[in-house]
Every structure is written in structure tokens, then in C-alpha cells.
């Protein structure tokens, strides 16, 4: 079963047609990419997918089931997470309550002592145990982009949309980004990594696609669609 | 015949509609800033022109001319340097502007009780003759109308251009995009947001000197019918001068227009109560209809990290809350409304502090459940029903608000900042004039205290009892599952559906729950003063209560209880209005109290404690803080 797609999604403002048609699978343990110049329609078919927008036309499917009308909510508990391009973290909790949102409200139902149990664990792979207590509004940027990374990866989703996820990091920070991106498709969540950066998008990915204007233009594997030419025409057009 | 006349006379107050409307749109658009304390500085500058009229005998044209064109603007100004312009500067959010605003109008609506009274004045002075003007064919109009027709064209035309016909509009609509970019652009800001606040407090003055001679001056009836008319500025997107022109004249003559229509019985009462709060009701629809024609910006309650409750003042409270029970019997009377009062505003501590929505309209809920408590008390209140037990009707008057709170919380589920801020307003207004305001609803009710409770001293326990539950209720909901939720929609409402926080339905529980506690406690009011008072459950009192819940801090339970005690007790001890001054003037100080009063002295009280403040970006760990005392006590 495909852990998310789209299925001839369309998506306007006005007059403009930000999505035009696009129909995207995104299997389970791959990490796959949309890169395409500003104003490609990235964004757009990435709030479709979350369902921050609702598309004008066309489905969004998770595991066969339509969820196209369901809220961002309640996608999250069908095992849907995603970061966001700014900081979203809840700044007057501490870390550890940021994180245990997560676990409350996702798919898998646990509680009590399980739940802890998940949380530390959470805490501990990414290297937050020893700010659990703190608040949230006092750490840097770096650190809360771990926060939200583990508050969406808590409740072990099928799927992960992350927006822009080496916006605000150092170098060293960004560095990690494909390997945590690989680390979650190995444990067979299906990855969709929406990002500016094109060498870290080709080394993290498995498959890439490219949009202009609202279209798939080309997709493949990291070395197929950068020989292939659309690539150039997409980023020249912009 | 008889329509064209009374086209002309709804022309009148159509006009003042637009007015208001201009001035809002201008203001909002030339400092970012939704100005509600709008209403106010329109009351205050009638009231002024009042004065120098009627008691000082100054010369009509000369003292129009200080107050519009010299006190208005000067209000404006002093506004704009004392208080918008640091939360500009400082690129505070539209809530916290909100609030400002809001402080403004409790400010001004507590300095008119306090230099003018309760009282309501009959002979505002009149700019314009009234006699009236034959058109021909039996059509009549006031010269009155004709001048405030030209007002409206002449302020319409003066807006629009200011706006978009010159360099300064064009700076200053730069500025509220972007201060410190119009600033590196060579802009001079802070000049400029003077013009632009000095205008609207214009046009509010002359909006109010206009308004005044069509009903009666006191510091409240202007004040809440100019936030009424707001609506027009609300059609008009709070963009389009010309559409609010248009919006006011339609509503001002149609409002006139009904007069043609007669109903008998019930329908008939319905169609009085709509002609007279046409307004109301059009903003009402409004916001509902069209929620998006409101800008939505950011606009949460709640500004910084709650500051941690140590035991010490919750007992120092719980042991002032007892007090007024060793009181002599006319001082436990003025105390009798404190818990009861203070469970309403505990119930804007959750809707508010708790979830980060603005609610203006908790005195509706408040009323509705006095109303109900009363009527459910009173045999054949209910037709059928025999008089309930007065404890009993407090129960049921909660419960059967909160629906009422769920429903009208329903458009809060997708509404932030200013929309959700103004349709809380409306509901709240609109409970006030549908239902308090009509004796159909209000006469021949028997207000009983429960039978146990009959005397002050019992009922003043009683009220402490229910408000000890209301504040434990509201403080579980802070904590857990349900509290985190709660955060998560505070903090960032996207991140929070993202992270599966089902936001509306927290949304609407809160609501649910908070209506339950306001109506609870308008029920307590009601009976511990024996009488059902709609004065008491006002709109404006609403706009209080929720800028003094703000002031103490938005999320402190404490906050909530002793902002109860000063609004009764400041009032009691001094004059009617000087709890509103102290409030209000609260509110304006928001920007350099930030998360409130109680919140801003904890943490000020906290930082004594540990000594000289850490470097920028350091924490003192505790043990950190067992050496910053021992440094400080001279120890080794």
C-alpha cells in the first residue's frame, strides 16, 4: 500500500495556477524530493499533501484511503507528520512537553508509562535529554529544529514532510539533514523532503522530482534528473 | 412620501456611520493599529465640546474648533507617543494592540465617569440647525443632514487623498509594513504615526460631536454605538472608504426605512429590537458570513513564558478572599459581588490565558446565565415549570449557557486577532440588546439566594466555594494532556493541527467551559444582588473585564481573583470609573508590563531574589543561585 500520493492535484489562487495537475507517489522507506525554482508549486502541493490546503481538484491519498477533505489534524493521527520552513515549536512548554504532543496525538495509541518511555527515548536519540526541562523559548534555532524533529517522528509516522528542514542550521547542523532523512526511510517511513538546497537534496534522495510551473517536469532517480535537460529549462525559466 | 423623509432622517445618522467608518479604515491602515478605544475618544471629545458649551458658555463655533481640530487630534498624538508607537516600534502583536486600544477605551470611559458621572446629558450642543428643508412633492429634510452629508464627502475626499494622493500617505502605509525598513529608507516614523493617530482621533472627535445630539451623552451609549457602527469599516475590508460610505448610508437609511414596517405581537417586539440595533445585528451576520473580509494577522493572547505560582501568594489571596467574612454588614454587601465576579473573569483566564482567544463578549454569556438563574427561580419564569431551587438554577443556568458559549464559540475555530476579537464583541452585544435589553425577558423576575445561603455572611461562602472549584477547574485544565493542547494552540496554531491537536475541538470545549464558569457567575451576581441589572452585564463591562484580566496577567488564576477585588472594591471605596482608569491606564503601560502585572512583579521579585541578572543567553542553574545568595549574604 502507497503511505501517501496525489492524484491529479490542482490548486489555484485567483487567476494563478500554483498546482496544475500533478499526481505524485511517495512509497514507503524512500526519501523523495520536489526541488523546482520559487514559485514552481512546491510549497503548494506540500499544504496540499499536509492538507493546509485543500486542493480545487484531484486526491490525496494515504495508504488507499482518500483523505483529500481532512484536516491537517487529523491526518497527523492517520500517521502523517511534518516540520515546518520557520520554527514551529511551542515555546512556553519545555522541550519534554513539545515532544509528548507528538506521542498523545498520533496514530499509535499509547499512554502512561509507555508513553514516557517513548518520549525519553525520542529525547535521548536526538540529543535533547539534557534540555527536556527547559523551556522551548529559551533554546537556539538549531536545537529547536530538533525539537520539532522529534516531536514528529514520536509517534513513529508512516509518513514525514519536511519543509525546508536545513532552514536557520549551520553547516554542521544541515550536514545531518540526509542522514537523518535517510535514517527514517531505512526504518520504512515514506520521506518527502521539500528543499533549496540542491546537493543535499541529490545526496539524501531516491527519488527527485521537478516542478515548473505547477508541473511535474521530470522525475527519477538523483543522477537521472540531474542529466536530464528539463532540470536546466526549469531553474533557467525562473 | 413618508419613505423619502425617512431616507433623509436615516441619512443622518448614516452619516455619522461613515464617519466612524472613515476614521477607522484611516486609522487602521496609517498605523496598523485597530483602534478600539475609537468609541472613546468620540465620547470624550462630545463630552468636552459639552462642557465648554453648556457649562463654561464658551461660543459654540470657537469651542468646536478647539476640541475637533486642536483636543482630538492632541489626544491622538499623545496616544500615538505614549502607547502605539512603542508597541510598533517593538513589533508587538495585533492582541497586544488590541488590548492597547481597548485600554484606551476604558481609560477614557473611566475618566468620563470620573469628571462626568453616571448621569446622561439631554442638550448636547447641536452643530447644525435642525429646521428642516422643503424639497418639493412633501419631501422634507433636516439642514442638519445636509451638513453632515457634506462632512462625510468632505472627509471621504480628505482620507483618500491623504491615503493614496500624497507622499505621506504613501510613507506612512510604508510604515506599517515595515517600521524599521521605512526607517532605513530615510522615513521619519515617528512623525509620521503622530499624523496618522492625530487624524483618526480627528475623525473620531468629529464623528462624536455629530453623534452626540442624536442620543443621550454618558460616558457608555456613544462609546458602544460607535463600535457598533464599526461594521461598515468591517464591509469595507478595512480597505475601502468609499464601500464603508456606501455600507453606512444603507444600513443608516434602512435602519429608518423600518419605521414603514408594523408587526403586531412577539414579531412586532423582534422587528423594534432589530430596527434600533440594525447595526449590531448587520455586524453580527457580518463577521459571520464574511469573517475573511477582517485581515487576519497574527492575534493570540498571552505574551511571554508563564511565570511559575509559588504557595505564598495563593494563601496571602485565599486569606484576603476571607477577610470580608469578619467585615461589618454594609462592607460584606460591597464585597458580596468579589467571587462572583471573579468567577467570570477566572472563565476569561481559560478562554484567554489558557487557549490564547480573544473574547470581548463574556459579559453576554455572564448575563445570560443571571438571566436564566432568575428566570428559572421566578414560578412561570419558564411557562410550566414552577420556581427551582435557587442552587439548583445556578447549576442549570451554567449548563444551559454553555451551548450557547459552544455555539458562538464555532466561529473562533477558524478566526484569529481582530476577527475573533470583534465577533466575540457582537455576540456579547447582541445578547445585551436582543435579550437583556427587552423587557419581555426581564420583567417580573424573583432573583432567590438558595435557602441555606439566604444571608450575606452564607452566600459570600457560597460564592468563595464555587469560585475555589471554578479556579481548580480552570487550573486542571492548564496541566496535562489537555493543557498541552491548550499551549500548542497558543503558541502556534499550525504547528499545533500538525502535531494532531484536534484545535477545533479544544477550541470549542474551552469556549463551552468558559461560558459554563461566566454564566455560573453571572448567575451569582444576580443573586447575591437579588435583582437581575442588564446594566450590570453591559458590553463595555465585558470590554473591561477582559482588559483587566489581561492587565493582571492572561493566564494568572490569582490575577483574575484580585482584579475582581479592585474592580469592586476601587469602585466601592472611591468614585464610579476609577477602577476603569486604573484598569485602562494598566493596559496602556501593557508594553513595558509584558504578560501583565503579576506576571511582570514575579519575575521582577524572582531576579531580586537571584541577584544581578545573568549575562545575555546564561541561566543561573540552582545551584548557580545558592552561590549568587551566598555571594550576596557575604558568605564565603
Known amino acids: ?238 | 412620501m413618508l419613505a423619502a423623509n425617512l431616507a433623509f432622517a436615516g441619512l443622518a445618522i448614516g452619516c455619522v456611520a461613515a464617519l466612524i467608518g472613515i476614521g477607522l479604515i484611516a486609522t487602521y491602515r496609517l498605523t496598523g493599529v485597530f483602534n478600539l478605544g475609537f468609541g472613546s475618544i468620540a465620547m470624550l471629545v462630545a463630552f468636552l465640546l459639552w462642557q465648554m458649551v453648556r457649562v463654561w458658555h464658551w461660543p459654540l463655533w470657537p469651542s468646536v474648533v478647539l476640541d475637533v481640530f486642536v483636543v482630538a487630534p492632541a489626544i491622538g498624538w499623545v496616544l500615538d507617543a505614549v502607547v502605539f508607537r512603542q508597541l510598533q516600534r517593538r513589533g508587538a502583536s495585533e492582541a497586544e494592540r488590541l488590548v492597547a486600544g481597548l485600554g484606551v477605551l476604558v481609560l477614557c470611559v473611566g475618566v468620563a465617569y470620573l469628571v462626568w458621572g453616571t448621569s446622561a446629558r439631554t442638550d448636547p450642543p447641536q452643530l447644525f440647525p435642525t429646521r428642516s428643508i422643503s424639497l418639493g412633492g412633501g419631501v422634507r429634510v433636516g439642514a442638519n443632514v445636509v451638513y453632515d452629508v457634506g462632512a462625510v464627502l468632505l472627509a471621504t475626499v480628505l482620507t483618500l487623498v491623504v491615503m493614496h494622493g500624497t507622499r505621506i500617505g504613501t510613507a506612512m502605509r510604508a510604515v506599517v509594513n515595515g517600521r524599521q525598513l521605512a526607517e532605513l529608507s530615510g522615513v521619519d516614523t515617528d512623525e509620521l504615526s503622530a499624523i496618522a493617530s492625530s487624524f483618526g482621533s480627528f475623525l473620531a472627535g468629529l464623528a462624536g460631536v455629530l453623534l452626540a445630539p442624536q442620543l443621550r451623552l454618558d460616558p457608555v451609549q456613544p462609546t458602544l454605538i460607535v463600535l457598533e457602527t464599526m461594521v461598515v469599516a468591517v464591509i469595507a475590508g478595512m480597505a475601502r472608504p468609499a464601500v464603508a460610505v456606501g455600507a453606512a448610508l444603507v444600513l443608516g437609511v434602512g435602519q429608518s426605512e423600518l419605521n414603514l414596517v408594523h408587526w403586531s405581537g412577539d414579531a412586532g417586539v423582534v422587528l423594534r429590537a432589530l430596527q434600533s440595533n440594525l447595526f449590531v445585528v448587520a455586524l453580527l451576520v457580518t463577521v459571520i458570513v464574511l469573517p475573511r473580509l477582517i485581515p487576519a494577522r497574527d492575534g493570540v493572547v498571552g505574551f511571554v513564558a508563564p511565570s511559575r505560582a509559588s504557595p505564598g501568594p495563593v494563601v496571602a489571596v485565599g486569606v484576603l478572599a476571607l477577610m470580608p467574612l469578619w467585615f461589618d454588614a454594609a462592607d460584606l454587601r460591597t464585597a458580596l459581588p468579589v467571587p462572583a465576579l471573579a468567577v467570570v473573569l477566572v472563565s476569561l483566564v481559560a478562554v484567554s490565558g489558557l487557549a490564547g482567544q480573544i473574547s470581548l463578549g463574556q459579559a453576554g454569556y455572564a448575563g445570560l446565565g443571571a438571566l436564566l438563574a432568575a428566570t428559572l427561580t421566578t414560578a412561570g419564569g419558564i411557562p410550566g415549570l414552577p420556581a427551582l431551587p435557587a442552587l439548583l438554577a445556578i447549576v442549570l443556568a451554567g449548563l444551559l449557557v454553555a451551548p450557547i458559549g459552544m455555539l458562538t464559540g464555532w466561529p473562533a475555530i477558524r478566526r484569529r486577532g481582530i476577527a475573533l476579537a470583534i465577533t466575540t464583541f457582537a455576540v456579547g452585544t447582541v445578547a445585551s440588546r436582543f435579550v437583556f435589553a427587552q423587557p419581555i425577558f426581564t420583567t417580573d423576575l424573583r432573583v432567590h439566594r438558595p435557602g441555606l445561603f439566604q444571608s450575606d455572611h452564607a452566600f459570600y461562602l457560597l460564592s468563595l466555594g464555587i469560585l475555589l472549584l471554578a479556579v481548580l477547574t480552570v487550573w486542571a485544565m492548564g496541566r496535562g494532556r489537555t493543557g498541552r493542547a491548550l499551549a500548542a494552540i497558543r503558541d502556534d496554531e499550525d504547528a499545533a493541527r500538525a502535531a494532531g491537536v484536534n484545535v477545533s475541538r479544544r477550541k470549542i470545549e474551552v469556549f463551552a467551559v468558559a461560558s459554563l464558569l461566566a454564566g455560573i457567575g453571572g448567575a451569582l451576581l444576580a443573586q447575591g444582588a437579588q435583582a437581575f441589572d442588564a446594566t450590570a452585564f453591559d458590553p463595555v463591562q465585558g470590554l473591561l473585564w477582559f482588559a483587566a484580566v489581561v492587565v493582571f496577567g492572561s493566564r494568572d488564576l490569582l490575577g483574575a481573583v484580585l482584579a475582581a477585588a479592585l474592580l469592586v472594591g476601587v469602585d466601592a471605596a472611591t468614585v464610579t470609573g476609577a477602577s476603569a482608569t486604573i484598569v485602562g491606564g494598566l493596559a496602556l503601560l501593557l508594553g513595558w508590563l509584558p504578560g501583565g502585572l503579576l506576571p511582570t512583579l514575579r519575575r521582577t521579585l524572582a531576579a531580586a531574589a537571584d541577584g544581578p541578572p545573568p549575562r545575555a543567553g546564561w541561566r543561573l542553574t540552582p545551584r548557580g543561585r545558592q552561590v549568587a545568595a551566598a555571594m550576596r549574604r557575604g558568605a564565603p
Open chain 1, 1 to 238: 500500500m502507497i503511505p501517501l500520493a496525489a492524484r491529479g492535484v490542482v490548486r489555484a489562487f485567483g487567476g494563478l495556477v500554483a498546482v496544475d495537475g500533478v499526481d505524485l507517489t511517495v512509497p514507503a522507506g524512500q526519501v523523495t524530493a520536489l526541488i523546482g525554482p520559487n514559485g514552481a508549486g512546491k510549497s503548494t502541493l506540500f499544504a496540499c499533501l499536509a492538507g493546509q490546503l485543500r486542493p480545487d481538484r484531484g486526491r490525496v491519498l494515504m495508504a488507499g484511503v482518500d483523505v483529500t477533505r481532512l484536516a491537517p489534524d487529523a491526518r497527523a493521527r492517520r500517521g502523517l507528520a511534518r516540520t515546518f520552513q520557520r520554527l514551529a515549536v511551542f515555546g512556553s512548554l519545555t522541550v519534554a512537553d513539545n515532544v509528548r504532543i507528538g506521542a498523545e496525538n498520533a496514530a499509535r495509541r499509547i499512554r502512561g508509562a509507555e508513553l514516557d518511555a517513548e518520549v525519553a527515548a525520542m529525547l535521548d536519540l536526538l540529543g535533547l535529554t539534557t534540555v527536556a526541562g527547559e523551556l522551548a523559548a529559551t533554546l537556539p534555532t538549531g536545537t529547536l529544529r530538533l525539537v520539532e524533529l522529534a516531536r514528529a517522528l514520536v509517534g513513529r509516522p508512516s509518513v514525514v514532510l519536511l519543509d525546508e528542514p536545513t532552514s536557520g542550521l549551520d553547516d554542521a547542523q544541515t550536514s545531518r539533514v540526509p542522514l537523518a532523512a535517510r535514517a527514517m526511510a531505512d526504518e520504512g517511513r515514506a520521506v518527502v523532503i521539500v528543499e533549496h538546497d540542491l546537493p543535499l537534496v541529490f545526496a539524501a534522495a531516491d527519488v527527485v522530482h521537478v516542478l515548473a510551473r505547477g508541473r511535474i517536469v521530470a522525475s527519477g532517480t538523483p543522477a537521472e534528473v540531474q542529466r536530464d535537460p528539463a532540470l536546466t529549462e526549469a531553474f533557467a525559466v525562473s
